[in-house]
């Protein structure tokens, strides 16, 4: 299991550190990087989870804690 959840954890890592370079590329360029529009993407994410009401609310928090709990567990490793 302690291959496994180190897997994940390094693969959660990675794409957390994408993101943000595929933003600014799409803000750069133009261009999309892979195939996806990140930023459009994004938007649409924000405005489902918005319109949502209490629903999107939890969403969010359930999306904060993911994140914050990441991040402090990548740096133990």
Known sequence: MNY???FFGGLVTIMIHIVPVTILWALLTGNTIFGMDIINNFMEMVTMIGNAGF??????????????GCEKDCKRK
């Open 4 to 6: 496994f959840t180190g």
């Open 55 to 68: 629903v999107g609310l939890l969403a969010l928090l359930f999306i904060m804690y993911f994140f914050m």
